[in-house]
């Protein structure tokens, strides 16, 4: 795809509940933050690298070609990482990840963005060959329009998000360690073992 129809999104807005209250977006792998290693890979490939955070928005700021908080208050989950991003794109496609991967590179760009120009189509999502990775997303502009109506409705489900818009999987089951997350202090330790089991 031409770097200049696409944006990167990385959602880094949770409480890390799970984490001890960390921001995971700031744990490190070989002494690099995941959302910076993150923004180092997308950044070839698309025209802004964009970050959803609720703290740490200093850091967060001189990794990102642009960085915000969440529109509303009290940690409102993924979804409204996405209806945040909104204001600020200025490209038809947004390739979204949350920042708890840092092993994705290049092949999720390469494969999520295969054969797409402006024309929309139904939202993409990752499948690693068990299950679909529900916030490794490829959206078009039209379905933040359809985002916005949902959670005006008071819905906050990323399934039912997925439902009510509609998505086609895009196959990853050759490589599902790229989608290795890290949720607890136990990931983290696995993620920085050698060759680490798959989650």
């Not at 995941?34 to 850091?59: G, K, Q, W, Y």
């Not at 494969?111 to 120009?117: A, F, H, K, S």
């Not at 489900?157 to 990853?172: N, R």
Request: proline content about 8%; overall charge negative; hydrophobic content about 35%.
């Amino acid at each position: 795809m031409n770097p200049d129809l696409l944006s990167a999104l990385i959602l880094a807005g949770g409480q890390g509940r799970r984490m001890n209250g960390a921001d995971k977006g700031l744990l490190k792998l070989e002494d690099t933050a995941f959302a910076e290693r993150l923004t180092r890979m997308f950044r070839p490939h698309c025209l802004h690298v964009l970050i959803s955070c609720n703290r740490n928005s200093d850091i967060y700021r001189q990794m990102a070609d642009i960085s915000f908080e969440d529109q509303e208050s009290g940690f409102p989950g993924p979804l409204q990482g996405l209806e945040s991003a909104r204001p600020h794109l200025s490209t038809p496609w947004l390739l979204v990840t949350p920042c708890d991967t840092p092993r994705l590179d290049a092949r999720y760009v390469t494969r999520m963005t295969e054969g797409l120009d402006d024309t929309p189509v139904s939202i993409r999502v990752a499948h690693d060959g068990t299950r679909l990775q529900n916030l490794h997303l490829l959206v078009h502009r039209r379905d933040l329009d359809v985002l916005h109506e949902y959670l005006e409705r008071g819905q906050r489900s990323v399934w039912g998000w997925l439902e009510t818009a509609g998505y086609t999987p895009v196959d990853f089951s050759d490589c599902p360690e790229l989608f290795m997350n890290v949720n607890t202090p136990e990931d983290l330790s696995r993620l920085k073992t050698p060759n680490p089991p798959r989650a």
